[in-house]
């Protein structure tokens, strides 16, 4: 199993990323996937989350900024993140979840400044 992010880099405060993470080894179509996140001396929390019929959830510190979406036909989730601001510096994780397995890719690096 694979789950591989790209798409983190380094933005200024307002700007945009669009994080994808590309799963393989999984029959994706039946896994929920959710992006995490972890900054710095801080615990890994949840960003997002959308589930095999296409309904999402979203932290409510992301929520009208961050769309997550998913593509069943490419194994692909992606996450939009729109106005970005320094406190959404972390390492985001993609993850997917289905019963008792759970997995998690690298993590790519976000950097807003102000």
């Known amino acids: 199993v694979q789950l591989v992010e790209s798409g983190g880099g380094s933005v200024q405060a307002g700007g945009s990323l669009r994080l994808s993470c590309a799963a393989s080894?999984?029959?994706?179509?039946?896994?929920?996937m959710a992006w995490f996140r972890q900054a710095p001396g801080k615990e890994r929390e949840l960003v997002a989350t959308i589930f095999t019929g296409h309904a999402t959830e979203y932290a409510d510190s992301v929520t009208g900024r961050f769309t997550i979406a998913r593509d069943n036909a490419k194994n692909t989730v992606s996450l939009q993140m729109n106005r970005l601001r320094p406190e959404d510096t972390a390492v985001y994780y993609c993850?997917?979840?289905?019963?008792?397995?759970?997995?998690w890719g690298q993590g790519t690096q976000v950097t807003v400044s102000s």
């Open positions: 080894g999984i029959d994706f179509n039946i896994y929920t």
């Open positions: 993850n997917a979840g289905f019963m008792t397995r759970d997995y």
